[in-house]
T-cell receptor, first 114, second 116 residues
Framework: AQTVTQSQPEMSVQEAETVTLSCTYD???????LFWYKQPPSRQMILVIR??????QNATENRFSVNFQKAAKSFSLKISDSQLGDTAMYFC???????????FGSGTQLTVLP | EAQVTQNPRYLITVTGKKLTVTCSQN?????MSWYRQDPGLGLRQIYY???????DKGDVPEGYKVSRKEKRNFPLILESPSPNQTSLYFC???????????????FGPGTRLTVL
């Protein structure tokens, strides 16, 4: 079974600064997918970024980028130029290639301070 | 608008009173799933369905039932709710394998359930 670990329950960052959220996972599969989801106070789950394990290049989406280290089984999220609207719970998630299950970490509550 | 809808959004009920939470998607997705979210535990999968009439247990299926008679609908049934099923529930859908977007799940708005 896969496991996903987010070791930072809470983090804060000043507006316009950069912050990195950590995520590690455990799997015996060679191909899989990794995701970061954002959950603002509205509770809606919003996909932030997606990484395919067979791709060497780290995914980027505007101010959001990942540092994917396959050998270390690490998948961190970097948010640049933090904005107040980035305040949310962030979940790291793993999906096997069969895509039957999405396994989530416990989440990191990020607060952007003005 | 492409979306996943859930009803009701909020529900307060009593122990033992059967209830159903509906979920519907309009994106022609083969895959649908139910999760519950509890503080400190993230989201945990209850049941999932790879296609019509095909369902399987997730990590926490006890006390829940599902059915998939139509592609767009995937209701969650609590036959005899108990207080430990008080939680925030999410329905999600996605395409199955064979597409570049495999595994990327679209979530409904959530259902806050309280069992007294």
């Amino acid at each position: 079974a896969q496991t996903v670990t987010q070791s930072q329950p809470e983090m804060s960052v000043q507006e316009a600064e950069t912050v990195t959220l950590s995520c590690t996972y455990d799997t015996s599969e060679s191909n899989y997918y990794l995701f970061w989801y954002k959950q603002p106070p509205s509770r809606q789950m919003i996909l932030v970024i997606r990484q395919e394990a067979y791709k060497q290049q780290n995914a980027t989406e505007n101010r959001f980028s990942v540092n994917f280290q396959k050998a270390a089984k690490s998948f961190s999220l970097k948010i640049s130029d933090s904005q107040l609207g980035d305040t949310a719970m962030y979940f790291c998630a793993f999906s096997s290639e069969s895509a039957r299950q999405l396994t989530f970490g416990s989440g990191t509550q990020l607060t952007v301070l003005p | 608008e492409a979306q996943v809808t859930q009803n009701p959004r909020y529900l307060i009920t009593v122990t033992g009173k059967k209830l159903t939470v509906t979920c519907s998607q309009n994106m022609n997705h083969e895959y649908m799933s139910w999760y519950r979210q509890d503080p400190g535990l993230g989201l945990r999968q209850i049941y999932y369905s790879m296609n019509v009439e095909v369902t399987d247990k997730g990590d926490v299926p006890e006390g829940y039932k599902v059915s998939r008679k139509e592609k767009r609908n995937f209701p969650l049934i609590l036959e005899s709710p108990s207080p430990n099923q008080t939680s925030l529930y999410f329905c999600a859908s996605s395409f199955s394998g064979g597409t570049r977007r495999v595994g990327e799940q679209f979530f409904g708005p959530g259902t806050r359930l309280t069992v007294l």
